[in-house]
C-alpha cells in the first residue's frame, strides 16, 4: 500500500513543491489552492483562463465543492470497510502495476526530452521567421458593478462623478464589493486584463472607447443587467520581445525535435520486437 502511495505521488505531483494555501479542511484533511488550480487545468484542458471572467468564480466554487464531494465519499468509503475488501485490493493491485509502468515511460521519455538542445541560432531564426505568432492585440483591464436594474446603475455613477484618481478607483472597489450581483464582486469587480471580443458585444465596446482611470457615464444594459464600468489599465498591440519568448520557443522547438526523435526510436524498436 505504502509503496504504491508514493508512486501515486511521484507521477500526481511531478516533483512540485507543496507549498500551496489551504481552501478549507475535511474533517482534517485539507483542500488546497493548488488542488482545485489543478483541478480547473484538467477540468478545461488547460484553458481556464479562455472561461469568461465573469464565470470564473463560479466556475472555481464549483470545482472545490466537487473536491469537497470526492473527500466526503472517500471518508465514508474507509469507515465502510471498502478499503479492506477484496475488489479494493485487486483493483489496486492493477492500478499499482499500471502506475510502475507509467513511471517508467514517463522517466524514460523525460530522458530522451532532457537529451534535446536547441542552439541559440535555432532560436532566433524560428522567431525572426514567426514573428507575427508573438503579435498580442491590445486589451484593457476593468472592473465592473453589475445590478438589475438601470435606476440603481445611475446611483451609483451619480455617487462616482466628483471622484478621480485612487480615491475612484477605492470607492468604486468598496461599491462593487456592497453592490454587485456579478461573482466578480467579492473581488472589487475585478475582471483582469482581456482583449477584444472576449466580452459580450455592448460590454466590449464600451469599454474599449474609455480611457484609462474613467468610469462610464451611462449604465451599459447586456442580458445579464446593467454594468457601471472602471477602466483600470489599457495596452496597445505589441509584438514581444525575443527574450521575453525565448523559454516558449525552445520549448515548441524541443518538442518537435523530441517527436522526430521519437518516431526514430519506435522505428527502431518495431523493428528488433517480435510483434505477432
Known amino acids: 500500500m505504502n509503496k504504491a502511495k508514493k508512486l501515486l505521488s511521484v507521477v500526481l505531483l511531478a516533483g512540485t513543491i507543496a507549498s500551496a494555501q489551504t481552501l478549507v479542511t475535511v474533517n482534517g484533511k ?24 465573469e464565470k470564473q468564480a463560479a466556475f472555481r466554487q464549483q470545482v472545490l465543492q466537487q473536491l469537497i464531494g470526492k473527500e466526503l465519499i472517500f471518508e ?9 475488501s477484496k475488489e479494493y485490493k485487486e483493483e489496486y493491485k492493477k492500478l499499482e502495476e499500471r502506475m510502475k509502468e507509467e513511471l517508467a515511460i514517463q522517466v524514460w521519455q523525460k530522458k530522451l ?6 542552439s541559440e541560432k535555432e532560436l532566433k531564426s524560428y522567431y525572426k521567421q514567426n514573428k507575427e505568432e508573438f503579435n ?40 462593487a464589493k456592497a453592490k454587485s450581483t456579478g461573482p466578480s464582486g467579492p473581488k472589487g ?6 482583449t477584444e471580443g472576449q466580452m459580450v458585444p455592448a460590454f466590449n465596446d464600451k469599454v474599449f472607447s474609455m480611457k484609462k482611470g474613467t468610469v462610464t457615464t451611462e449604465p451599459v444594459k447586456t442580458q445579464f443587467g446593467y454594468h457601471v464600468i472602471y477602466l483600470e ?14 523559454a516558449f520557443i525552445d520549448q515548441r522547438l524541443k518538442m ?5 526523435t521519437m518516431k526514430k526510436k519506435m522505428d527502431s524498436l518495431q523493428k528488433k520486437a517480435v510483434i505477432k
Do not use: C, W
Open 189 to 194: 469587480g475585478d475582471l483582469g486584463y482581456f
Open 113 to 118: 526530452l532532457d537529451e534535446i538542445k536547441i
Open 30 to 53: 485539507a483542500i488546497t489552492q493548488e488542488d482545485v488550480d489543478s483541478e480547473l487545468m484538467r477540468a478545461t484542458q488547460g484553458r481556464f483562463n479562455q472561461v469568461p471572467p
Open 233 to 246: 489599465d489599457k495596452k496597445s498591440a505589441m509584438t514581444r520581445k525575443f527574450d521575453e519568448v525565448k
Open 136 to 175: 498580442e492585440p491590445k486589451s484593457v483591464h476593468a472592473r465592473h458593478i453589475l445590478v438589475a436594474t438601470e435606476d440603481e446603475a445611475k446611483k451609483i455613477i451619480s455617487g462616482l462623478k466628483s471622484l478621480s484618481g485612487e480615491k475612484l478607483k477605492d470607492k468604486f472597489i468598496t461599491e
Open 256 to 260: 518537435e525535435k523530441f517527436k522526430e
Open 76 to 84: 465514508d468509503a474507509k469507515k465502510n470497510g471498502i478499503l479492506k
